[in-house]
């Protein structure tokens, strides 16, 4: 599942007449940067949720020609985050034992093959992308790179999920990519509009939430000034 259904209001005036997801990177949009990436690891089935331009990005995603189904999770009534937006989704989502969740908003060279293997071998809940870097907020990972919490370096909010030893402890940025296996969908109870990020929080009191660790090249693409960083940074 594609996230592209977010509002884009830090990449205005982009977004002026867009949806953030059709603003261009390197020549091509946001979104066919995201196919792309996700076809080249072998998927063949994607969803991608719609808000912002709904009726744009539909008529955009019908004329696309990929190697892969795409099906729309059509969110323009009501702007659900990605928690929300995989829960509206889940009827498409379990027609497989595992699926991938990306943002729509990154750029990356991540192997998405080895961390789809890896999550497979793991048995873990979810495994999430994660990379250490410069960030605002970072996940809290044990020794054993079990989600533990989450901490906010502006706010200095911490929520801690799970107990760990304050010696043995990761904390790392996500990278808005994870591996979800379907019986998740089941455990929600959040409704309406609701983080991802929260979920799986709150599942990992009592449920495996890996971190994956990647290497290489990532960026954000929600801000003007980040988008021209990437720019500079893929070249």
């Known amino acids: 599942m594609i996230f592209a259904a977010g509002l884009g209001t830090r990449l205005a005036p982009l977004t002026n007449n867009k949806p953030k997801a059709l603003v261009e990177f390197q020549g091509k949009t946001m979104l066919n940067h995201a196919i792309?990436?996700?076809?080249a690891a072998g998927v063949n089935r994607i969803i991608i949720n719609i808000h912002h331009f709904a009726?744009?990005?539909?008529e955009y995603i019908h004329n696309i020609r990929c190697?892969?189904?795409l099906l729309i999770s059509d969110e323009r009534?009501?702007?659900l985050d990605t928690g929300g937006g995989i829960l509206k989704a889940a009827p498409l989502l379990c027609a497989e034992d595992n699926f991938i969740a990306y943002n729509v908003d990154i750029a990356c060279d991540i192997d998405l093959k080895a961390l789809y293997n890896t999550h497979l071998s793991s048995g873990?809940?979810?495994?999430?992308?994660?990379?250490?870097?410069e960030s605002t907020r970072k996940l809290i990972f044990n020794k054993e790179m079990q989600l533990c919490g989450w901490h906010n370096y502006?706010?200095?909010?911490?929520?801690?999920?799970?107990?760990?030893?304050?010696n043995a402890v990761n904390y790392l940025?996500?990278?808005g990519i994870s591996i979800i296996n379907k019986r998740l969908l089941d455990l929600i109870t959040e409704t309406g509009k609701f983080s991802i990020t929260n979920l799986f929080l709150r599942l990992a009191q009592n449920e495996n939430i890996?971190?994956?660790v990647h290497d290489g090249l990532w960026a954000d693409l929600g801000t003007i000034e980040k988008l021209k960083k990437a720019e500079e940074i893929f070249r």
Request: aromatic share 10%.
């Open 36 to 39: 792309e990436k996700l076809t």
């Open 55 to 58: 009726d744009m990005m539909a």
């Open 67 to 69: 190697d892969a189904e």
């Open 77 to 79: 009534d009501f702007l």
């Open 124 to 133: 873990n809940l979810a495994t999430l992308a994660v990379k250490d870097r």
């Open 154 to 166: 502006t706010t200095n909010e911490t929520k801690i999920s799970r107990k760990f030893e304050n």
């Open 173 to 175: 940025a996500f990278s």
């Open 210 to 212: 890996g971190g994956y």
